[in-house]
């Protein structure tokens, strides 16, 4: 089979039986290659950097039926190890020809980030001209991690071990192994940098492997200094292959969420203004299933988890009802309320600075960037909105306190998801800090600028 003439860098170690001018396999994206080294100045062990391009052989490892069986084996081993799913497998995304259009006739691949995460590997689609004024679509199939608790733990371990500042230079990617390998913990994963277009490679961070098709949540850290070998950044947690941009990808961004300014007063506002309403919003949810018990030919069935994206709920005085929270609403904050006893239900997501709230003004839902914050545990749906519910997250939350954990998150059975629950002084807590940290930093910076600039009068005036 012919090799594609596309530019991918990868690099590999030596090992140890190799002798010189001996072919290497390696299998790439769930393809078998044959890697032809020099042996003048290399040795086993040396880290050699290759082309894919180069290859002189290369043959098709998987077909479509293997990749699905082996999906399966990897849910089933994860359902095993007692891990929780992720809120969805995948989504399918249209590329519209309008983004083709605008294309140049060299781009074969595409790197695609849907709202805040980014999927790698990249996507062949061959030639631009095959989707340009409508000729056809292009189905895309945004992955999302396997494992919600797999996800959680990685976080953990970098808020842990790094701390919470690393997220704010870092990036989320979602990485699906098509190597047709294994790949164990600490070995090289290599990577196309979804936003600098250069080859890269990380470190496999978990300890239990990423099984072939297993899709695992991985953050990149730091900046690359394109077409310059001689600066570096300390701060990234990846090494890079080479500085050069790789022209034939072409990134495309996808958002789905419209959020508008919103704040912690506008929260309290609201929960005033429904707690003295006589009647209450019912639930979405329990709404349905009462339809459902009318009409039993009804042929909709969707999970709760449906449901509750688009709907939010509010705990006081040991009630959970539910808010559809809106701007300018007419009233004054009372002060007399404890609002270290009002607990409400927030979407977490990096779509949003940690030093702001906003607001889904068509669903009446708020979302914060919760990121840095260890979770407490998780609790049902189902069980959330009960008098027995309502007492554990309290319990839980205050037995959590004085390990610096402040929200519970909701899970749906097997799947986790990205709704949390915390008090709402607790949120006005971790707004008001992250944007005192942020005014601190840019003191910090502007009082840097200063001294450069005074050096560099007083450097100009000895002279």
């Known amino acids: 089979m012919e090799t594609d003439k596309t530019d991918i860098w990868l690099s590999m170690t030596i090992p140890e039986n190799w002798k010189p001018d001996d072919k290497i396999k390696i299998l790439h994206e769930g393809v078998e290659y044959m890697i032809y080294i020099e042996g003048n100045l290399r040795k086993p062990g040396d880290v ?13 490892d998987w077909n479509l039926e293997n990749k699905k069986k082996q999906i399966a084996k990897n849910k089933k081993a994860l359902f095993d190890k007692g891990y929780i799913f992720d809120i969805k497998e995948y989504i399918k995304l249209i590329i519209k020809h309008d983004i083709f259009d605008k294309m140049q006739p060299e781009k074969d ?21 095959k989707y340009r004024t409508g000729k056809r679509k292009f189905t895309y199939n945004f992955m999302f991690p396997t494992s919600f608790q797999k996800k ?9 071990n790094v701390g919470k500042g690393f997220f704010a230079n870092s990036i989320k990617v979602n990485y699906i192994n098509q190597t047709g390998n294994v790949i164990e913990e600490d070995a090289d994963i290599y990577l196309t940098h979804p936003v600098y277009l250069v080859p890269i490679s990380i470190k496999n961070p978990y300890t239990d492997g990423i099984d072939v098709f297993e899709t695992v949540r991985l953050y990149l850290r730091g ?13 990234n947690n990846f090494e890079i292959l080479d500085n050069n941009t790789m022209g034939n990808i072409v990134m495309i961004g996808i958002k789905d969420t419209v959020l508008k300014k919103f704040s912690i007063k506008d929260i309290k506002k609201n929960i005033i203004s429904f707690d003295s309403k006589s009647e209450n919003l019912g639930s979405l949810f329990d709404i349905f299933k009462i339809l459902k018990q009318i009409n039993h030919t009804m042929e909709l069935s969707p999970g709760p988890l449906e449901f509750f994206k688009h709907e939010q709920f509010y705990i006081k005085d040991n009630i959970c009802k539910r808010i559809f929270y809106e701007k ?68 839980k ?67």
């Open 152 to 160: 959680e733990a990685y976080k953990r371990e970098l808020i842990l």
């Open 223 to 235: 900046k690359v200094y394109k077409d310059n070998h001689t600066n570096t950044d300390d701060t």
């Open 328 to 395: 300018d609403i007419d009233n004054t904050v009372d002060n007399i309320v404890m609002w270290d006893e009002v607990y409400v239900f927030v979407y977490n997501t990096t779509l949003v600075s940690n030093r702001d709230i906003r607001l889904n003004k068509e669903y009446g839902t708020i979302y914060a960037n919760l990121e840095k914050e260890l979770s407490c545990g998780s609790i049902p749906y189902d069980e959330v909105k009960t008098p027995n519910g309502v007492k554990k997250i309290k319990e």
């Open 397 to 463: 939350l205050k037995e959590c306190a004085n390990q610096k954990k402040y929200i519970i998150k909701i899970n749906f059975g097997k799947k986790g998801s990205d709704i949390y629950i915390m008090t709402v002084s607790k949120l006005e807590d971790i707004i008001t800090k992250n944007r005192a940290d942020a005014m601190d930093i840019s003191y910090v910076d502007m009082k840097a600028i200063q001294k450069e600039e005074q050096d560099e009068f007083e450097r100009r005036s000895d002279t």
């Open 48 to 60: 050699y950097p290759f082309n894919l391009k180069d290859s002189i052989e290369k043959k098709l």
């Open 109 to 129: 691949s595409m790197i695609v980030r849907y709202n805040d995460e980014w999927n790698l590997p990249e996507v062949k689609f061959e030639n631009p001209g």
